[in-house]
Each structure stands twice: as C-alpha cells, then as structure tokens.
C-alpha cells in the first residue's frame, strides 16, 4: 500500500502545532487532557492527518489510562504497528497506515474480545459523529 506523501510544509500548514507533534514527530499529549478521553458518542474515529478511518466508537471504553482506549481497530488494514524502544522499553507503537501518522501504543491488558488497548491521541483522531 503506497502511503499518502506530503512534504514537512505541507503537514506544518495543516495540522495543528500538536497535531503535528503527535502525528508527525511521534509526540504524546499530557495524560487526561485529550478531547476525545471521556467522550462515547456513536460514530467513527479518523486520522486527524488524513481522514483515514481508524476506530469505531462501539470499541472505546474507559480503561482509566488518561488517553482514548480502543479494543481494536476499525480494520486490520487501519493501522500499522512497529516496535518502539524510544524510552528504554519496547512498546508497540501504532501507526496510520494510509499516511503513517503516530497515532499512541497498544498493549496486551485491554477488554475482551481482544485483551488489546489501543492507548491513541486525542490530537491524532478526528470524530465523525453519527
């Protein structure tokens, strides 16, 4: 899959500067001041960067971690994982896989049916409501 391309300058001119910082240089937003952290509103989660479909609302939950949890992915097409060992521990990081935007990690202590949490950005999505 050939991934959307767009220079430095044109994220920059596009995105929010903390947008920018999450999606494109792998930043993460302080814990419990996302905009989407305690909302459940039906409808879908986009990739802030692109558009691209990401979540689905019926796979948030509340897993008290201060970013939005998610279960699963919209498909397993939506995103790309790669190891992460930026901190001094190896982490999973997720990845839009239309425009390879940073989007959070996901880690093995979610819910049922997975057992996955997809810890993602509030800066990194973009609610399409129903």
């Known amino acids: 899959m050939t991934k959307l391309q767009k ?3 044109e994220w920059r001119a596009e ?10 240089e ?7 001041t996302g905009e ?5 509103e039906p409808g879908t989660y986009q990739c802030a960067g692109c558009g691209a479909e990401l979540f689905v609302a019926g796979t948030k939950y509340d897993s008290g971690c201060g970013w939005p949890a998610f279960y699963a992915p919209a498909s ?12 001094g521990m190896a982490r999973t990081e997720v990845m839009c896989a239309n425009c390879g935007g940073h989007l959070g990690h996901v880690f093995p202590d979610g819910p049922d ?5 997809y810890c993602i950005n509030s800066a990194a ?6």
């Open 7 to 9: 220079t430095e300058a």
């Open 15 to 24: 995105l929010t500067p903390e947008q920018y910082k999450v999606l494109r």
């Open 26 to 32: 792998k930043g993460t937003e302080a814990p419990f």
């Open 36 to 40: 989407y952290d305690h909302v459940f």
């Open 76 to 87: 397993d097409e939506a995103i790309e994982e790669e190891t992460d060992t930026s901190l």
């Open 113 to 117: 049916p997975t057992g996955q949490r």
């Open 125 to 130: 999505l973009k609610l399409e409501e129903e």
